[in-house]
């Protein structure tokens, strides 16, 4: 299909997700172009015209070793000819087996049983309903609240809205949504004159002890990103706040989710960003990159004690969540050629060498930037804040940074790097040069 083509037949009949549509419209006063891709490969995206586009935010944070790898396709296409789907109530299969031990030895058996769904928000979604039901198995059927933290994401079905603090996402919906607590963010922005990241934490952590020691008795869990709230516009925080949670919620009994559908495999620098703090949750939800970005795959880790918790002659005591592609083996199968990758390639070694090449090219072209703030970096995640940014700026840098063949989508004034785990120097290059253009463009 033709460039044109392709554009005009997309905006008569696909409905894109987190867009105003009106902004793809012709004529719109502050437009947002839509990219025609057509091709693939490492980080390179290749649209309808021909231009490579380098991918520097891993399509939504999904993708880890680069577009069309080999051995992640030829893994999918063997399993294709072997066993696309199968149900997994009443049957299962050797991916699903061989990935969910898999992921219960990365956890050192901690977390040694995984329950399986499609996307983020469904994992968002299990994890709550387990921990509630747990409780309720437990006879305390009056925990079934959630505390999250200020500015967190965790999806945004009607459920996982309840602990997702974004406005915008939440406002128009606010009579659909369950009432939830959001407490203060360890986010390090925040701190005060002569304030390190750690006592940043340490306030977050005072206010959450706060709010549990009134509310333990209704509260199930916490649920926090860890390390780095994603869609809050990338605020990293110090990994003692985890261990304070994790304390915290041990003391008044309530369950800690951890949330790594963006964070977990490797993004971070270790493969759970859970184990910075050198603590476990009670869950681990894991999506986006375990597929390393080839199939939708969620799922949720947990407990011996969690699961014991739901072992009953009586069905109701069950765990009934159900979706009808759960486990699927072709996801299945494309998550343990990710897990191959790390092991075969020792790719979190490389990340150290390749996140510092990262860094050095960031603070080259922004750490002394006037217009800048707050430039911060964890693993293969970097960012800075734009100060007086105009309310379109998100728009206008996704624009200049296509012109610069560098696909990279602002959250509000920040800008972030989330590049795959193959990006080389020259390619590092080409995203930090693509992306200066962009904000010298958009700030003139
Ligand atoms: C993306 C994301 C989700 C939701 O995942 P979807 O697959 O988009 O539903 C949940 N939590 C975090 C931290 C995320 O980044």
Not at 113 to 129: N, P, Q, R, V, W
Not at 295 to 311: K, Q
Not at 314 to 339: E, I, K, M, Q, V
């Amino acid at each position: 299909m033709a460039a044109a083509d392709l554009l005009q037949r997309s905006l008569g009949a696909v409905w894109h997700p987190c867009t105003q549509m009106r902004h793809h419209q012709p004529g719109a006063t502050s437009p947002l172009p839509l990219v025609p891709v057509v091709r693939g490969q490492g980080v390179w995206l290749e649209d309808a015209s021909g231009h490579r586009i380098l991918d520097g935010i891993s399509s939504w944070w999904v993708n880890l070793f680069g577009h069309c790898h080999p051995q992640i396709g030829a893994a999918i296409k063997a399993q294709l000819d072997t066993l696309e789907h199968v149900m997994l109530a009443g049957c299962t299969h050797p991916p699903v087996v061989e990935l969910s031990e898999r992921l219960a030895a990365l956890t050192g058996h901690r977390l040694g049983h995984a329950f399986y769904a499609s996307d983020g928000a469904s994992a968002t979604e299990i994890a709550l309903k387990m921990s509630a039901h747990y409780w309720r198995n437990q006879g305390q059927t009056e925990k079934c609240r959630f505390i999250s933290l200020a500015g967190g994401y965790h999806g945004e079905t009607v459920g996982a809205l309840a602990v997702t603090d974004v406005p915008l996402f939440r406002e128009a919906y606010a009579p659909l949504i369950l009432a939830g607590t959001s407490v203060m963010s360890p986010d390090a922005r925040q701190a005060c004159a002569g304030e390190s990241p750690a006592d940043v934490a340490r306030r977050a952590a005072q206010a959450l002890e706060a709010h549990l020691d009134a509310h333990h008795r209704e509260t199930a869990a916490l649920i926090v990103e860890p390390l780095v709230q994603g869609a809050a516009g990338m605020a990293m925080y110090d990994p003692s706040y985890l261990r304070h949670a994790r304390r915290l919620c041990d003391r008044y009994g309530v369950h800690l989710i951890a949330d790594e559908i963006a964070m977990g495999c490797g993004r971070t620098g270790t493969f759970f960003a859970s184990e910075q703090a050198e603590i476990w949750p009670d869950f681990l939800c894991l999506s986006k990159g375990i597929s390393g970005g080839y199939l939708p795959l969620s799922l949720v880790l947990t407990t011996d004690g969690v699961f014991d918790a739901f072992l009953d002659d009586d069905t109701a005591r069950g765990f009934l969540h159900s979706h009808s592609y759960t486990g699927n083996p072709l996801a299945c199968r494309a998550a343990l050629a990710t897990l191959d990758l790390f092991r075969d390639e020792d790719v979190l070694t490389a990340n150290i060498d390749r996140s510092r090449r990262l860094r050095a090219a960031f603070d080259a072209r922004f750490a002394d930037h006037p217009r800048l703030r707050h430039q911060r970096a964890r693993g293969m995640v970097l960012a800075f804040d734009v100060a007086d940014a105009p309310p379109d700026f998100s728009r206008r840098f996704f624009a200049a940074g296509l012109e610069a063949r560098v696909l990279l989508r602002p959250i509000g004034a920040t800008v972030y790097f989330m590049p795959p785990y193959v990006i080389d120097g020259a390619e590092i290059d080409h995203l930090m040069d693509g992306a200066a253009v962009a904000l010298e463009r958009v700030l003139a």
